[in-house]
């Protein structure tokens, strides 16, 4: 059967350095070109991780054109396997543009500003409000170029949309997309392993990983046959191993922690001039500019020194660590409130930073205490059917689970380690060398509801 014609290697050929030329069609590149994709140039697949890894400068925009061409090849695999994966021309172009968009509601400095949930959406949200604005660019070309409709690309995207009924179409194209095993962790983990120089990505065996796809009719997903295990194991274990020395390195949490403080500050002012809806279409560049002027205007002298302190890499230091594992009555619970109420988390910090500096006898502006709490969401859990040909028995009936003894151990130890080794929740302390001796000592005692 003759491929899709979107399909086919042929486009515009874009190179990348991790997956050589990308080829993008016609109607697809329409997508490319609009502004909004564009601006995708300038925000930064990581945050504030180049503070600690130089190289790590790549943009979402290249990114989203990783996506696109493995997500292409996936397709490509699931169509042609036995069973095949059934889809009809519109379901096709409706997949292919959701790969390309799938992170155009990004904001400035990618998830560091999701991380205040009280102000900010969630980037899937925002890609969906400018996928159906009916006025809007990528609309226009969805709709004319690509002859489809906006929602259910948005639909692709935006699946664990609350207040939305998605249709099961639909959601079975989001399952190939966002899954245990997708094109999206695949390209992001092997393209900023790349360009942070650490070798974790080099383990996984791309070639074997993209030959071992096929489709679960019955659950409607993304599977694996036996040979792609072992590709399997190295893709999780890179994941693990990036968020424990990547990801969550302490110096980008306290970066991290220092410009979402920084940008509280402005957007709780009573006087500001700066609505969330200025951060929607702004690029990195422009935002550290209007905070900068804003913070000026308002007089709101530590929030600059922190947003500065993250341009010039004076950082916070590292005072404590809590580590899940702790004990301690209440406390994930109570980290958890803090995660969801930011405004919670400042009066705690606000709190802690004007204690410490009484014991010391000095003035502070309470900024010197910040307290990090990474999101509680993201799991190393590996939730996969594999199956098993002829030439490998098995008494249990196919497909196998990936956990499953037969298959692989590697979740029973990954899972605890990730959370004790990779998830910890940190205390800041301001770079002087009696406040952060006091914090050292006593924050984490003060952290929990009766702290």
């Known amino acids: 059967m003759p491929l ?11 190179r990348d350095p991790v997956w050589g030329y990308v080829h993008v069609p016609g109607p697809l590149l329409a997508l490319v070109d609009t502004e909004d994709f564009q601006r995708l140039r300038t925000i930064s697949q990581l945050g504030f991780v180049h503070l600690v890894y130089p190289g790590a400068r790549h ?80 609309s226009r070309v969805l709709r004319e170029e ?34 245990t095993l997708d094109p999206d962790k695949i390209d992001y983990l092997l393209r900023d392993s790349l360009f942070c120089g650490v070798p974790f990505g080099e383990s996984v065996n791309r070639d074997r990983l993209i030959a071992a796809i096929t489709y679960d009719v019955r659950r409607r997903q993304l599977a694996i046959r036996s040979k792609g295990v072992s590709a399997v194991e190295s893709l999780a274990f890179t994941n693990y191993l990036m968020y424990r020395n990547v990801y969550w390195h302490h ?21 500001s001039g700066i609505r969330v809806s200025d951060f929607h279409r702004v690029t990195e560049g422009e935002l550290l500019m209007a905070l900068r002027a804003e913070q000026d205007r308002l007089g709101l002298e530590g929030a600059r020194a922190l947003l500065d302190g993250v341009v010039h890499r004076r950082l916070h230091k590292l005072a404590a660590y809590v580590f899940p594992g702790e004990r301690k009555e209440g406390l994930l619970h109570y980290l ?15 709190d802690l930073s004007r204690r410490f500096g009484e014991r010391l006898g000095r003035p502070v502006t309470g900024h010197e205490i910040l307290i990090d709490i990474p999101s509680f969401h993201k799991s190393p859990q590996v939730d996969l059917k594999v199956f098993y040909g002829a030439s490998v028995p098995s ?48 924050a984490k005692g003060h952290l929990g509801a009766n702290g």
């Open 395 to 442: 008494d249990k009936p196919q497909p196998l689970s990936f956990d499953d003894p037969e298959v692989s151990r590697l979740r029973e130890s990954l899972v605890e380690n990730f959370e004790d080794q990779a998830r910890v929740f940190r205390v800041f302390c301001v770079a002087d060398a009696e406040f952060l001796s006091l914090a050292s000592e006593e």
């Open 251 to 271: 110096a980008v949490r306290s970066a991290t922690a220092m410009f979402k403080r920084s940008v509280q500050e402005v957007l709780q002012h009573p006087g």
């Open 336 to 350: 958890y409130e803090l995660y969801q109420h930011p405004d919670r988390r400042r009066l705690k910090e606000i």
């Open 59 to 138: 943009s979402r925009f290249e990114h989203s054109l990783g996506v696109y061409h493995l997500a292409k090849q996936f397709l490509v695999r699931l169509l042609r396997s036995d069973p095949p994966l059934v889809l009809d021309d519109q379901d096709v172009r409706v997949f292919l543009a959701a790969t390309l968009l799938h992170d155009i509601g990004h904001y400035p400095f990618s998830h560091t500003l999701e991380e205040l949930t009280s102000f900010f959406v969630s980037h899937e949200q925002r890609a969906r409000l400018l996928i159906e604005d009916p006025s809007g660019e990528i």
């Open 4 to 14: 899709h014609p979107l399909l086919e290697e042929d486009g515009k050929a874009i």
């Open 146 to 179: 690509l002859d489809i409709d906006p929602v259910r690309v948005a639909n692709v995207i935006d699946y664990a949309a609350k207040d939305l009924e998605i249709p099961q179409r639909d959601l079975m194209l989001a399952r190939i997309l966002s899954g």
